[in-house]
């Protein structure tokens, strides 16, 4: 069967959730067992996100082989169980430099390089590419941005002129619009729509498929006039409400028929979708027989995108543990010694979040010693442990004054350092240590029993490490090295002795986490989180079982 391509697209206004209706189509069409996979065509110009600002783009989401890419990604993998790769995403900045290189090396053979046709060739050439890495039966793309931006055309050319490559049986546009609702009027509104799908027709890409956001039913009579005025059929038009929960979305999504439609459109053989472990994970995350609080202390905490695979990997932790987590977000800037238990008071778990630079550091210190001091589970991620580190260190192991040399570099006890083969590197853009790397765990750690298994493989993005010229003070001291990676002797997890639950990883172990499969150190910290909140003071021994 030849791979089949859906193009879903975005009008009227941005933010409408395209990333979440692409991983929730997957999501059905992979539970009606076909092979899907989902690919994010991205309009701005830089080559990827990874020297981006959290502010302006949310979390960096990294892939097993190492690329730095859009957040949806994270969707993607979360709710089809795939792994994405370098393929799954691609930019305006990164088909143009493609296309330059190549003009460079002489493959046009001294002709004029244009938009049309070498960019879009180029485009057109990673989607196909990708549909035939695997022979894929369906690949997704979503294009980002809203129709009628400037920046968008050559993806929406691009996907008009592939409709006729592949032939046009092989391909289906879904528009994702929106529906307002005027409370003047009292009604909802359906010209934004008709504008939306005009401006898209305009550019040769007609849908065949509306996918309606809005805040209240479509009844019959609107969608009627949707239909009538967009040339799609009425069972075309998909209404697409809020809901409580984003993983209440494929769901709603099958409830109106939008897979069936596809799979009828695109004549594709297919089983009944077999939804019943994702309905018992919408089940515990809507009814849970527990809470827990968990503080999250970053320095992107207004803006919750930049941690979102955190959150998700929070909310899958909890579902396997029946419990709802309710996040404590605290703003790192604003924590000290004198105040960090007044801000932390009431949680049952502390979680220090990654980041880049030494804004809010000294809070993610004071938020470290306090549940150190206080016995309460703790968890770092990439600057996260580090923090851990240099805390131990200064309080636990009498080197006044360690630090980090990102932060200090005339520090006299650098016990976070450059990586070696990081020292002199000047570009910024994907020079990180990225990707997937081996770990081996040791024996009788709450990592090893949180896993199970002696080996992981876990993704990274830093390029600082904890510095071996010191790690056997730190340990002579009480710090327990839990996690090694086996090649390089590089310290990937890290434990204090005397603590129910503190660890801290090098590692993004919130990258792999995915609702069939929530990551077991998330399960292990809220299950310590949940001991906690029910005041035991030692939960080593339930500890001692894998969740």
Not at 191 to 200: A, E, F, G
Not at 434 to 450: I, M, T, V
Not at 465 to 492: A, I, K
Request: include cysteine; aromatic fraction near 8%.
């Amino acid at each position: 069967m030849a791979t089949k391509y859906i193009f879903i697209t975005g009008g009227v206004t941005s933010s409408l959730g395209k990333g979440i209706i692409c991983a929730s189509l997957g999501r059905l069409l992979v539970a009606r067992g076909l092979r899907v996979t989902v690919q994010k065509l991205d309009p701005y110009i830089n080559v990827d996100p990874g020297t981006m600002n959290p502010y302006e783009h949310g979390e960096v989401y990294v892939t097993d082989d190492g690329a730095e890419t859009d957040l949806d990604l994270g969707h993607y993998e979360r709710f089809l169980s795939i792994r994405t790769s370098q393929q799954n995403n691609v930019t305006t900045g990164r088909v143009y430099f493609d296309v330059i290189t190549k003009e460079r090396q002489g493959t046009y053979l001294g002709k004029t390089v244009q938009v049309i046709p070498h960019i879009t060739d180029e485009i057109k050439a990673h989607v196909t590419r990708l549909g035939e890495s695997e022979n894929f039966d369906i690949v997704i793309v979503e294009i980002g941005g809203t129709v009628g931006d400037i920046e968008s055309l050559p993806y929406i050319e691009a996907m008009r002129q592939l409709r006729y490559d592949v032939g046009r049986k092989n391909t289906l546009s879904i528009h994702l619009t929106l529906v307002p609702y005027l409370a003047a009027a009292g009604e909802l509104k359906t010209k934004p729509t008709q504008h939306s799908v005009k401006t898209l027709s305009e550019s040769g890409l007609s849908p065949d498929i509306l996918v309606c956001r809005s805040e209240y039913p479509l009844d019959e009579t609107i969608r009627r006039k949707i239909a009538q005025f967009c040339n799609v059929e009425i069972e075309d038009v998909i209404a697409s409400l809020d809901a409580e929960s984003i993983y209440e979305v494929p769901l709603l999504m099958q409830d109106e028929g939008l897979d069936s439609r596809v799979i009828d459109k695109l004549n594709l053989p297919a089983k009944n979708a077999d939804l019943v472990q994702w309905k018992q994970f919408v089940d515990k995350v809507k009814h849970p027989k527990t809470e827990t609080t968990i503080a999250l202390v970053g320095k992107y905490v207004e803006h919750h995108d930049a941690y979102k695979s955190i959150v998700e990997a929070l909310i899958h932790g909890g579902a396997l543990n029946d419990s709802r987590v309710s996040i404590k977000w605290v703003q790192s800037d604003y924590v000290n010694d004198e105040n960090v238990a007044d801000l932390l008071s009431g949680v049952s778990g502390i979680l220090v979040a990654p980041g880049f630079g030494d804004r809010g550091i000294d809070g993610k210190l004071s938020a470290v010693k306090y549940a150190r001091t206080n016995g309460i589970p703790f968890f770092g991620i990439c600057l996260g442990m580090q923090c851990a580190v240099i805390e131990f260190a200064r309080n636990c192991a009498d080197l006044d004054g360690a630090n980090s040399t990102e932060f200090n570099e005339s520090t006299p006890y650098p016990v976070i350092d450059y990586m070696p083969d990081q020292r002199e590197i000047t570009d910024k853009g994907g020079t990180m240590r990225l990707g997937q790397y081996e770990c081996k765990l040791s024996d009788g750690s709450n990592a090893r029993k949180a896993y199970g298994d002696e080996f992981i493989r876990e993704r990274h993005r830093h390029r600082f490490e904890l510095n071996n010229d010191l790690r056997d003070t730190l340990q002579q001291n009480g710090l327990v090295v839990s996690g090694v990676n086996p090649e390089r002797d590089l310290v990937e997890i890290i434990e204090i002795e005397n603590h129910p639950w503190f660890v801290g990883v090098q590692f993004h172990p919130e990258l792999k986490s995915t609702v069939n499969e929530p990551h077991p150190l998330f399960a292990s910290f809220i299950k310590a989180s949940l001991f906690h909140k029910e005041g035991y003071s030692n939960v080593q021994s339930e500890q001692n079982q894998p969740v």
